[in-house]
C-alpha cells in the first residue's frame, strides 16, 4: 500500500492546503518534548501536508481521498497533547481543524459545538447564557474541545464531576470514518462514545460534541499555605468530602514546587509550605475560611477575589494539572513528569514510600478528582532527570514495588501510555471505521498486532 501524496494534493488543490515545510513541520507538533524519551524518537517527524477543512463534506471529502490514495491522517486539535498524540508517525495529512470551531447550540443543560471549537471559547458563550462547562483542560485557552474528547483525561472540574470516563461527562459525539464512502456516525451511550473517547483519533475525525452545560457558578481561587505536604493532603481530602462546599478544583503541591517553580505566587506563602489551591463558588468561601481556620498549620493565603487593584495573578488552574510542568519547564528545562493515580484508602502509605525512596528526585503534586464518586489523588509529579534509563526505572519501581499505577506519558501509544485499554469491541470499530489502517497510524497497537495483550493486572484509566 503505496501513499500517493501528489495524486491526492491534486485531488484536494481546491481547499485550505498548507505545504510549506515550515509550517507543516510546526503543525505536526504537539507537547512531545515535555518527555525526554519522546522527544529523542519524535523531534524529526513531519507531515506532508496540512489541510484544514470548512465543513463536515470538506472532512469527508479529504478523508475519501487520503483513503484512495493510502494516505495517512493525522487530525489535530491545537496540538497541546502531551504524548505525541497529534504527531503523524508515518508522515500524509494533517487534518487540521482550526476552520470547525463553532458553537453550534446552547440548550437548557447541554452545548453541542463543532470539534475544532477551543474551550475557552465555548464556556465563554455558555457564560453569556448562564451557563458554563463542566470539565476541561489547564489548556482550555487554545485546546480544543474534539482534542480534549480524544487526547484528554480529566482537568478543571473533576472534583465535581469526576473526568471525562465519567459516561455522563459526554453525550454525543459525531465521528466521520475512514472509508471509500466515509460515514458521519452519531455516537451516543457508553460504549459507543468510548470508541472515539481517548482513542487519539484512530477511529475517525470527531466533527461535533455534545456535552452537558450546567448554570453557571461565581468561583473564587484561594490559595492556602500549610506547613507540611501530608497535612496540605489530609485538608484536601477534608475539603474534597465535605458535599456543602461547591468546588472546581482542587490541587496541592510540596513547598518546593512554589517556591522554585511559581514565581508569582512564592513571595505569598512561606519557604517551606505546602500549597494548597482551591476553586470554590462564592457562596461556600466562607465556610471554606472557617474549615482552614479550624485546620491546624493551616493559613489561607490569598483569596483572589481580595487582592490589592493593580494585583493580578494567573488562575490557579494555570499551575495545577500539566501547567505545573510547563512553569518548571521555563525554570528546568531538564524536567519531566510522571501521571499516576493512588488508591485512596493506601494514599499515604505511598506517598511516604515514594518520598522515602525518591527524595526530591520527585516533587509531588496531586490533582484531586472524583474517581467512581470517590475523592482521589491523581499525582502528576515533576522528576528530577537525569537520565531516560533512571526514568524508566523510576516507572518500573513505583508501579512494581510501591503499587502505585503509572499512566506512562513517555510512550506514543495508546495502550503503553496506560489510560486507554483497547479491547476486541475497540478493535472491531476500527476495523469497520478504518479499515486501511490510515488514521493516525502506529498509535495502537493491537491494530498492528492484535495478540497483545496487556501486562496482567495494569490499570487502566479507560477501561473499555
Ligand atoms: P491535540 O493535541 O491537537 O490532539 C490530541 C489528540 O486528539 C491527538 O491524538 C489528535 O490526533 C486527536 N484529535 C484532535 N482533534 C480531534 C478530532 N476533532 N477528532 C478526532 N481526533 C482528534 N489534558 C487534560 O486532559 N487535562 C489537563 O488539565 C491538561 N493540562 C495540560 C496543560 C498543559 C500545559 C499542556 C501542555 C497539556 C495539558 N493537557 C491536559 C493535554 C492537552 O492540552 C489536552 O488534552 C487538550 O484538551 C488537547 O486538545 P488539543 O486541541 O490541543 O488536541
Avoid at 64 to 88: D, E, F, I, L
Amino acid at each position: 500500500m503505496t501513499a500517493d501524496i501528489a495524486a491526492c494534493r491534486a485531488a484536494l488543490a481546491h481547499l485550505d492546503i498548507d505545504d510549506n515545510p515550515k509550517t507543516v513541520r510546526q503543525k505536526s507538533r504537539d507537547f512531545f518534548w515535555y518527555s525526554p524519551i519522546l522527544k529523542e524518537q519524535l523531534e524529526d517527524l513531519t507531515a506532508d501536508l496540512v489541510i484544514a477543512p470548512r465543513s463536515v463534506d470538506e472532512v469527508v471529502e479529504v478523508l475519501a481521498t487520503c483513503w484512495k490514495h493510502n494516505v495517512p491522517v493525522t487530525t489535530r486539535g491545537a496540538g497541546t497533547g502531551n504524548y505525541g498524540q497529534a504527531m503523524p508517525l508515518f508522515g500524509g495529512v494533517v487534518l487540521h481543524m482550526k476552520h470547525m470551531n463553532e458553537v453550534l447550540k446552547i440548550g437548557a443543560d447541554y452545548f453541542i459545538a463543532q470539534g475544532g471549537a477551543v474551550i475557552g471559547d465555548i464556556e465563554q458563550s455558555l457564560r453569556e447564557e448562564g451557563k458554563e462547562i463542566r470539565l476541561f483542560p489547564s489548556t482550555m485557552g487554545s485546546a480544543t474541545i474534539g482534542g480534549f474528547v480524544a487526547g484528554g483525561s480529566s482537568g478543571v472540574g473533576a472534583i465535581r464531576w469526576g473526568g471525562l470516563r465519567n459516561p455522563a461527562n459526554i453525550r454525543r459525539l459525531r465521528l466521520v470514518t475512514m472509508e471509500e464512502t466515509p460515514r458521519v456516525l452519531d455516537l451516543i451511550g457508553e460504549t459507543d462514545i468510548s470508541k472515539a473517547a481517548h482513542a487519539y483519533g484512530v477511529n475517525g475525525v470527531i466533527v461535533e460534541v455534545e456535552m452537558p452545560a450546567d448554570p453557571a457558578i461565581a468561583w473564587i481561587d484561594v490559595i492556602i499555605g500549610v506547613d507540611s505536604f501530608e497535612k496540605s493532603c489530609e485538608l484536601a481530602l477534608l475539603i474534597g468530602d465535605e458535599e456543602t462546599l461547591c468546588k472546581r478544583m482542587l490541587s496541592n503541591f510540596e513547598a518546593e514546587i512554589p517556591q522554585n517553580y511559581f514565581g508569582r505566587h512564592r513571595p505569598l506563602l512561606q519557604a517551606d509550605e505546602a500549597m494548597l489551591a482551591v476553586t470554590v463558588s462564592k457562596d461556600c468561601i466562607d465556610r471554606l475560611a472557617e474549615i482552614v481556620t479550624g485546620f491546624e498549620g493551616a493559613t489561607l493565603r490569598v483569596r483572589y477575589d481580595q487582592l490589592d487593584a493593580g494585583t493580578r495573578l494567573p488562575a490557579v488552574f494555570e499551575l495545577a494539572w500539566n501547567h505545573t510542568t510547563l512553569r518548571a519547564l521555563r525554570t528546568d528545562p531538564t524536567i519531566t513528569y510522571l501521571q499516576m493515580m493512588l488508591a485512596r484508602p493506601t494514599m499515604f502509605e505511598t506517598l511516604r514510600a515514594i518520598k522515602s525512596r525518591f527524595g526530591d528526585e520527585l516533587m509531588m503534586h496531586f490533582e484531586f478528582t472524583r474517581f467512581s464518586g470517590v475523592v482521589t489523588p491523581v499525582g502528576i509529579p515533576l522528576v528530577r532527570h537525569t537520565s531516560n534509563e533512571r526514568l524508566e526505572e523510576i516507572i518500573q519501581i513505583l508501579e512494581l514495588e510501591i503499587g502505585a499505577p503509572v499512566f506512562n506519558p513517555h510512550r506514543i501509544t495508546l495502550e503503553e501510555g496506560g489510560m486507554k485499554k483497547t479491547n476486541p469491541h475497540q478493535l472491531a470499530f476500527k476495523r469497520q471505521a478504518d479499515p486501511k489502517g490510515l488514521m493516525n497510524p502506529g498509535k495502537m497497537i493491537a491494530w498492528d498486532d492484535p495478540d497483545w495483550a496487556p501486562t496482567p493486572g495494569k490499570t487502566y484509566l479507560f477501561a473499555e
